[in-house]
């Protein structure tokens, strides 16, 4: 058990790529850390760091309280599982799983109890003599991590374990990894680019891109307060809409403004919003914070536009359309019956808003 | 259609088949007929209404008895036997470790070296054999087994470094990452998890590696003068050959045996050899 600290953390490959850049994490003991982030943006340098694959540039690596810096990856008391699984393919299950033990000389009736403890939370037992080609891909990753808690470390890390498997699967094992970190009680990091499992899984969630933290926060959070339009636009699927807009004040009332939009500007970001009056910014809106016009839904908050295509998912329809010259998306109730092409009028919540700096991105 | 399918199989597939299996299995059943074959069937002409080139009515074994008795053929056949090996097992040691450095850390330069050692690799033989002569001189290995044991290396240790190189770099490097997780250091990681999954790369270098030194001619010919020491190429050319007489039935019988070994070999790690050039590791 312990808290993992990342202090200024930095990595320079020797073709001069710079892929992770003055990273402060504080990853608490027991909490389930997800990194996420577009492909390149760092995170699995570093997870990799953190296991002690990748040399550090810079910074400091804390393990509890201890630099781990020039430690060597066996001397971390880590576990790793990896994408692609890295089970040993000329040992047989069992094997797999007792090889970290027997590398530290554990005993051999202790190898067998964990061993067997392991593979019954995992319900693995009746696949312990086979060789790791004779599985299935959900039973290859099962032993993979099983193969890191028969050590009983103090972090676990994956490096996007749910990545080879299968969709239903992948649900499926993203359930069974949440279950059983509650379970163990274990810290862990996850790096993955699916930012569902990102916030079905994390505890805390770092979004991360081009190698610099976007934001850290727990899910909800990073959903309802992103502070750059790249969190806002990652977060959530479908994306966040955006569309750049003028803002004015023609008469004490500021108006976000686009070519066939104009909405007022909601009254808890009237006070953060009026130093940008006259320069443009990027307006957000949510698929799920528009909805066609009901009798209640106050005009200044509503806009005209014509149904390109209606994606019905069941339980949800995404109906695509274009506004201010810009394609966007709106998740409605399936009792609305639309169809394409037809003309619509749609509300916005004007809670859900949100406005972010047109050159620097930052929510405003 | 199916007709027309099954015709163009016959062209295509069979008869090609057919005559490669020909082509390539005829100089041994020659080496075996001839082997067999009564010495005054041997030395008649073809023309004489009696001849049977392809096959004998009378199969004898007084070439190999010949063989065995009055030449120094099992000698010949230990001295390549314990040759082979040993220089196969300096090279796959050297070849391993080198293929696993070059194929997996980063270092200065190890490009140029990969490159370098392959260089090495396409020298001839006919070439490289003059400035070793001189050196198993200097250092009085001439005529003993040493002067072939380590100079078959020259060639087989670029050799089995490429062929293994290739194959390392086909595990993918998790596996050992994993292994130093769990507790490797990293020679104990390739030690414990690379050689082991290498096993089919690391037995085709060694069958090849076996096969090149076994049928080696040059350097066996020339650092080796005394007839008890020499290898079976050279000694059933060199002592089989006497003017210009030759020992057909001898000199076939002892190619037969020659080759035996090797085959052998091959049958016995035909699976491994297959999937050690082909090359695949799957977690």
């Known amino acids: 058990m312990a808290n993992v600290t990342i202090r200024n953390l930095n990595k320079n490959y020797e073709n001069g790529f710079h892929a992770v850049k003055d990273v402060n994490l504080e990853i608490r003991d027991k909490e389930f850390m997800v990194l996420v982030g577009p492909s390149g943006c760092g995170k699995t340098t570093t997870l990799r760091m953190v296991a002690g694959l990748e040399e550090i540039t810079s910074g400091e690596i804390l393990i509890g309280a201890d630099v781990v810096n020039d430690l060597p990856p066996m001397d971390r008391n880590i576990a790793m599982v990896f994408q692609n699984y890295a089970l040993y393919p000329h040992k047989s299950v069992y094997q797999n799983m007792a090889f970290g033990l027997q590398m530290r000389k554990y005993p051999k009736d202790e190898i067998e109890k964990r061993v067997r403890e392991a593979a019954e939370i995992l319900g693995i037992e009746s696949l312990l003599e086979r060789k790791p080609r004779q599985l299935s891909g959900g039973q290859r990753q099962r032993v993979a991590v099983g193969r890191a808690i028969v050590r009983h470390p103090q972090v676990f890390l994956f490096d996007e374990p749910l990545s080879n498997l299968d969709a239903m699967l992948r649900v499926q094992m993203r359930v069974e990894l949440k279950r059983l970190h509650e379970r163990l009680e274990t810290t862990a990091i996850y790096v993955t680019h699916d930012q569902v499992e990102a916030m079905t899984l994390g505890d805390r969630v770092v979004v991360m891109k081009d190698g610099w933290v976007q934001q850290v926060g727990e899910p909800l959070e990073l959903y309802g307060k992103p502070l750059n339009r790249f969190v806002a636009g990652f977060i959530g699927s479908p994306a966040m809409n955006f569309v750049g807009v003028a803002i004015s004040d023609p008469s004490g009332v500021l108006w976000a403004e686009a070519e066939g939009l104009r909405l007022k500007v909601p009254q808890q970001l009237v006070e953060r919003v009026r130093p940008h009056t006259g320069k443009r910014a990027t307006l957000g809106m949510r698929p799920e914070a528009l909805h066609p016009v009901t009798g209640a839904d106050p005009a200044e908050y509503c806009f005209d536009t014509t149904v390109d295509v209606v994606e019905p998912l069941g339980n949800e329809i995404l109906v695509n359309f274009r506004a201010g010259g810009a394609p966007m998306v709106a998740r409605v109730d399936p009792a609305v019956r639309v169809k394409a092409h037809q003309a619509i009028r749609l509300a916005l919540d004007p809670e859900r808003v949100h406005f972010f700096d047109e050159n620097s991105g930052a929510a405003i | ?283």
């Open chain 2, 1 to 283: 259609m199916l007709i027309e399918r099954k015709w163009k199989k016959w062209i295509f597939f069979y008869i090609p088949m057919a005559v490669f299996i020909l082509f390539t299995l005829f100089p041994f059943y020659w080496m075996a007929v001839t082997a067999v074959r009564p010495d005054p069937e041997l030395y008649r002409t073809w023309r004489q209404a009696s001849a049977t080139p392809f096959w004998t009515l009378e199969p004898t074994l007084e070439h190999f008895r010949g063989l065995l008795q009055t030449t120094a053929f099992p000698h010949w056949l230990w001295n390549t036997m314990l040759i082979a090996l040993v220089s196969t097992v300096i090279s796959l040691i050297c070849g391993m470790f080198a293929g696993y450095a070059l194929a997996r850390l980063k270092f200065r330069g190890s490009e140029f070296l990969g490159t370098a050692i392959f260089v090495t690799y396409l020298v001839p033989q006919t070439l490289l054999f003059i400035p070793l002569a001189d050196i198993i001189r200097d250092l009085h290995l001439g005529n003993t087994p040493w002067a072939l044991m380590l100079t078959y290396p020259t060639f087989l240790i670029p050799f089995c470094t490429w062929l293994l190189m290739g194959y390392f770099k086909t595990i993918p490097k998790e596996l050992e990452e994993c292994a130093r997780i769990d507790g490797a250091t990293r020679f104990g990681a390739m030690v414990r998890i690379i050689f082991p999954v290498a096993i089919p790369g690391i037995l085709s270098a060694g069958i090849f590696a076996f096969t090149l030194s076994w049928n080696e001619f040059i350097y066996a010919l020339i650092f080796m003068s005394s007839a008890e020491l020499k290898t079976v190429p050279v000694g059933v050319v060199s002592e089989l050959i006497r003017g210009d007489i030759f020992f057909w039935g001898q000199l076939m019988a002892g190619a037969l045996l020659g080759s035996i070994p090797v085959a052998l070999v091959y049958s016995f790690f035909v699976e491994y050899y297959v999937t050690g050039l082909t090359g695949s590791v799957k977690g």
